[in-house]
């Protein structure tokens, strides 16, 4: 069975898998950004014109999200990142999945809920803090209560549900690709020697292939909700 290898660091809970995955995705996106936008030029050569893809790509999210246009300045490298990083984290454990023993040292770090979770702490953070600078901490608690005053409980409610669907959503489907995975590497592939064998390999890459697509488009729905919970907080209804 597969477990997490998890230490504790003044009194909190740390999974080594999820801390080695991160940086190492952290380390990949840095060198990737840094690759890419080295020697830029007038007109502009490949690695310029995928990088300026991927930056009008994320921009187009922020535009078409938030109308505040002092707000897309600001969130036009936000989204970028986030997306970058999202779908290379949502990559790892498709390619590159390490053990020892029965412990899992490297894995998406996606797979695990605590860092879905992280990730929509922050955005839901940053729309609260575009909110007061939009309003006024007055002004942006008192949005709560618009348009009349019994929505304050479904507003404090919607909360919740954004910060638990957001996490919950891309933690959902990276885990369970991985799993669906592993059951085929694991289970299926030596259940009956060459026959499952030799049906598990086209299964195994037929179901990898729909896992990138998978990815792909959560990284895109986490950014582009990311966006639309910003856009309403600087928004007044």
């Given at each position: 069975?597969?477990k997490?290898?998890?230490?504790k660091?003044?009194?909190?809970?740390?999974?080594?898998?999820?801390?080695?995955?991160?940086?190492?995705?952290?380390a990949?996106?840095?060198?990737?950004?840094?690759?890419?936008?080295?020697?830029?030029?007038?007109?502009?050569?490949?690695?310029?014109?995928?990088l300026?893809?991927?930056?009008?790509?994320?921009d187009n999210?922020?535009?078409?999200?938030?109308?505040?246009?002092?707000?897309?300045?600001?969130?036009?490298l936000y989204?970028?990142?986030?997306f970058i990083?999202?779908?290379?984290?949502?990559?790892l454990?498709?390619?590159?999945?390490v053990?020892?023993?029965?412990?899992?040292?490297?894995?998406?770090?996606?797979a695990?809920?605590?860092?879905?979770?992280?990730?929509?702490?922050?955005?839901?953070?940053?729309?609260?803090s575009?909110?007061?600078?939009?309003?006024?901490?007055?002004?942006y608690?008192?949005?709560?209560?618009?348009?009349?005053?019994?929505?304050?409980?479904i507003?404090?409610?919607?909360?919740?549900?954004?910060?638990?669907?957001?996490s919950?959503?891309?933690f959902?489907?990276?885990?369970?690709?991985?799993?669906?995975?592993?059951?085929?590497?694991n289970?299926?592939?030596?259940?009956?020697?060459i026959?499952?064998?030799?049906?598990?390999?086209p299964?195994?890459?037929?179901?990898?292939?729909?896992?990138v697509?998978?990815?792909?488009?959560?990284?895109?729905?986490?950014?582009?909700?990311?966006?639309?919970y910003?856009g309403?907080?600087?928004?007044?209804?």
């Amino acid at each position: 069975m597969e477990k997490s290898f998890v230490f504790k660091f003044m009194g909190l809970n740390f999974d080594l898998a999820g801390i080695i995955g991160s940086t190492l995705m952290a380390a990949v996106v840095l060198f990737v950004c840094i690759w890419l936008s080295r020697e830029v030029e007038l007109k502009p050569n490949k690695k310029q014109n995928a990088l300026e893809y991927l930056l009008d790509f994320t921009d187009n999210i922020v535009k078409g999200n938030v109308s505040d246009t002092a707000a897309q300045k600001h969130l036009s490298l936000y989204a970028f990142v986030l997306f970058i990083f999202i779908w290379c984290m949502n990559m790892l454990g498709l390619f590159l999945e390490v053990k020892v023993g029965d412990f899992t040292l490297v894995k998406s770090p996606t797979a695990d809920p605590v860092t879905t979770m992280a990730f929509a702490m922050m955005s839901l953070l940053l729309s609260f803090s575009f909110g007061m600078q939009k309003f006024g901490v007055k002004g942006y608690f008192k949005n709560y209560s618009a348009p009349v005053s019994f929505m304050l409980p479904i507003n404090l409610i919607e909360e919740v549900t954004n910060f638990l669907t957001l996490s919950l959503r891309l933690f959902g489907n990276i885990f369970a690709g991985e799993v669906l995975l592993t059951l085929i590497g694991n289970s299926l592939a030596p259940s009956m020697g060459i026959p499952t064998l030799i049906v598990s390999a086209p299964l195994a890459m037929i179901w990898q292939g729909f896992s990138v697509f998978i990815g792909s488009i959560q990284a895109y729905v986490f950014v582009t909700l990311s966006m639309v919970y910003i856009g309403k907080k600087v928004t007044k209804e």
